[in-house]
């Protein structure tokens, strides 16, 4: 069954450190992974796309990984603000696979203290 | 500047009424999709479009409606058939059909339903 998991459910950090949130996933034949950031009440936004080949990518303060063999990856954070409070959502697509089959974890709820 | 609006952003419905969300988009895309958005809960496809005139059911299709008469526009109708609409709800379209790039959802705000 094609899955994707996300962990933790939510995780409290103070302003100024550095986080780690997981997306295990399932989803066979694996064409890419993304991640979104979805601030309370609003649409979710593209942070990254990370596709079979590639390991690491950043965009800012943002990094993310991809292992495709254990098929894990983590957004990392880095020097935490608190304009970083927000949902993030691991979204995952399979390779030749309808238009409407994206597979979607719960998210991971982050809040930065100041 | 381009986007996804969509309206209204919040919504008050009383059992038993249909009401319809509104979704356009300027950003040329082919693909567009209706989501359901619970607490705790991953999103679920409601409906999707790939062309005009054409929408396919996506995994929770029942007790919603869709049209697709332009390219722009996708309003999605929540009838009174569907049993617990209470929810928020996000249009999203997409530049890519198929290929490697599939899945790049650029969303709208979002339309919070209240059934009362």
């Known amino acids: 069954k094609n899955q994707v998991e996300q962990s933790p459910q939510s995780l409290i950090i103070l302003e100024g450190k550095n986080c780690t949130l997981q997306c295990n996933y399932t989803v066979s034949p694996f064409s890419n992974l993304r991640w979104y950031k979805q601030d309370t009440g609003r649409g979710p936004v593209s942070l990254t796309i990370?596709?079979?080949?590639?390991n690491t990518k950043s965009n800012g303060r943002y990094t993310a990984t991809l292992d495709a063999d254990t098929k894990q990856s983590s957004l990392h954070i880095t020097a935490s603000q608190l304009s970083d409070s927000a949902s993030y959502i691991c979204?995952?697509?399979?390779?030749?696979?309808?238009?409407?089959?994206?597979?979607f974890g719960r998210g991971t709820q982050l809040t930065v203290w100041p | 500047d381009g986007g996804i609006t969509q309206s209204p952003k919040y919504l008050f419905r009383k059992e038993g009424q249909n009401v319809t969300l509104s979704c356009e988009q300027n950003l040329n895309h082919d693909a567009m999709y209706w989501y359901r958005q619970d607490p705790g809960q991953g999103l679920r496809l409601i409906y999707y479009s790939q062309i005009v005139n054409d929408f396919q059911k996506g995994d929770i299709a029942e007790g919603y409606s869709v049209s697709r008469e332009k390219k722009e526009s996708f309003p999605l109708t929540v009838t009174s058939a569907q049993k617990n609409p209470t929810a928020f709800y996000l249009c999203?379209?997409?530049?890519?059909?198929?290929?490697?790039?599939?899945?790049?959802?650029?969303f709208g705000e979002g339309s919070r339903l209240t059934v009362l």
């Open positions: 979204v995952v697509s399979a390779r030749g696979s309808t238009l409407g089959r994206l597979y």
């Open positions: 999203a379209s997409s530049p890519r059909t198929s290929g490697v790039g599939v899945g790049e959802l650029f």
């Open positions: 990370m596709t079979f080949s590639e």
